[in-house]
């Protein structure tokens, strides 16, 4: 057994157990925009109730992998299933279907500026539901109170700070019910103190309703909060999808076993750490200077 190998209880490629079948399943994906490869042979199972993180520098693949995930783009090679059904298969209202089940709150999540945060909470209500008004009413006080909007629930978006934004996305992410939860770079944009709440939020609400979900992020801390698993893309590739225990043995080993590492895994490692010095560093001088060399 390697003693550089961080976790010598997991075998490298994080197989996990025979267990219940996996929420979403991603095999061999490739995605090609103007014939750049941004993703390229993901393999990646989430399975139900476990909270995956995929990390990444800007520009690796995060937002594209989780649009894929929730069939707002098709992959150009391989295939995602759902649930069990392959979601490249379906047409766009069997997709609406799939949909519901999920909750979203993107980078971009605005709430819409011209509703109070009740009325934004309740739209997917009344527009995926039939039920009435008053039950729609109740549905959104319970969401609100959920994530400690519920005094706030008449103010307009413009009212609030950018972490009860957040929150107000969150409560409209979960009207109805989600099993799946997506979220993209969830405490982009605010101070450390507010993230660190919507990380604890995340957590509790992962904890009391039991839903799955996949959350992209480059902010570590964040990350190390609120994973059971983590994926490491690297310029539109896997390298790793390991246990957080993994990871923070990873991040935590001392620099003198490092050197006995796979590539990859000091990469990662110089991610996990924000070091100045490492593969990362190197590969981008080293591709600098051959941008240099022959004019590229
Ligand atoms: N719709 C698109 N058309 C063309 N290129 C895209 C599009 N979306 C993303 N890309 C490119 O794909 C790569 C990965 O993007 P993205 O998934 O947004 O990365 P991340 O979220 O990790 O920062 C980037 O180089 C980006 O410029
Ligand atoms: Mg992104």
Known sequence: MSQANPNPQTAPSGERAPGPDPVIRCTNIAKIFDGRTVLDDINLEIYPGETMVIMGGSGSGKST????????????????????????????????????????????????????????????????????QDIIDIQVKIKLELVGLREHADLLPSQISGGMKKRAGLARALALDPKVLFYDEPSA???????????????????????????????????????????????????????????????????EQVRGLPEDEQLIRQFLRGDADGPITARRDQSAFTDDLFGA
């Not at 939020?201 to 799955?212: E, I, N, R, S």
């Open 65 to 132: 992998s989780l649009r894929l995930m929730i069939g707002s783009m098709r992959p150009d090679r391989g295939s995602i299933e759902m649930f069990g059904r392959d979601i490249c298969a379906l047409n766009e209202s069997q997709l609406n279907d799939v949909r519901k089940q999920f909750g979203i709150l993107f980078q971009s999540g605005a709430l819409f500026n011209s509703m109070t945060i009740a009325e934004n909470v309740a739209l997917p209500l009344q527009e995926h539901t039939r039920l009435d």
């Open 189 to 255: 944009g605010l101070d450390p103190v507010t993230s660190a709440q919507i990380d604890q939020l995340m957590l509790a609400l992962t904890k009391q309703l039991g839903v799955t979900s996949v959350v992209v992020t480059h902010e570590m801390d964040s990350a190390f909060t609120i994973a059971d698993r983590m994926a490491m893309l690297d310029k539109g590739r896997i390298l790793k999808v390991e246990t957080r225990q993994w990871y923070e043995r990873l991040r935590d080993m001392p620099l």
